[in-house]
C-alpha cells in the first residue's frame, strides 16, 4: 500500500488556490529554498524532487547494512544517514520539516520516537506523519498478525498520535483518507 501523499502527487498538473492537500503535496508542505527536511519511510524519489527546488534534504535509512539502499539509488542527490527515529543522529533543532511516510507504526518505542522529533524539529519547525489507520479492519488483522508473530510494529489511532505530538507543545490536525490511512500535519510551538 503506497503512501497518498507522497504516491498520488502529480507534478505536472497546476497548484491553485483549491487544490487538494493530496495530490498537491509539495504544495502542502509549504517548502522554502533553503530549508532543511528529514524524510523517514517509503519515500520513493520525493528527496530527488525537493532538491530540485532547492531544499536541503537528508533521508534516515533503516535497512540493514548488507541491503541495498533504495533511498540512495533513487535519491542520488540527498544525504542518506542509517539510524532509527528512537535515536536520532541529528543536532536538536536541525530541521525546518520532517517527512515520515508509512515508517512511524514501524517505531519499536514510539514516544521515544516522538521525543527525538520534537528534539531534532526548529522552533514552528512542521511534522507530516502518514501511516495506516488503525480503524480499518484491514489494518487491525495486520496489527494482530504482527503482535502474533512477536514482531515490534505496533499500529496508533489518528488521535493517540495527535494527542502525544500535543503533549510535546505541537499544534496539528489529523486527516483521515478513507478510513483507511491517516495524515497528521503538526507544527512545534
Sequence with gaps: MKSVLYHDY??????????DDITCFLDTIKYNVGNHILLVGKI????K????????VTILENSPYEDVCYSLIHNGNCNVIKGTLE???FEDRHFDKVIILDH??????F????????????????????????KNIKVKLKNLKHKLCGENIKYHYP??????FSTLDF???????????YIYIGKRK
Design 159 to 164: 488521535n493517540d498520535v495527535a494527542k502525544l
Design 171 to 181: 499544534e496539528g490536525n489529523v486527516k483521515e483518507v478513507e478510513n483507511e490511512r
Design 87 to 89: 535515536l536520532l543522529p
Design 111 to 134: 514516544e521515544q520516537a516522538s521525543k527525538e522529533i520534537n528534539r531534532v524539529l526548529k522552533i514552528n519547525g512542521e511534522l507530516i506523519l502518514e501511516d495506516l489507520n488503525l
Design 104 to 109: 512511524f507504526n514501524n517505531t519499536g518505542n
Design 10 to 19: 502529480d507534478p505536472s498538473i497546476s497548484l491553485t488556490d483549491n487544490s
Design 49 to 56: 524532487r525537493l532538491r530540485r527546488l532547492g531544499v536541503y
Design 44 to 47: 520513493g524519489d520525493l528527496g
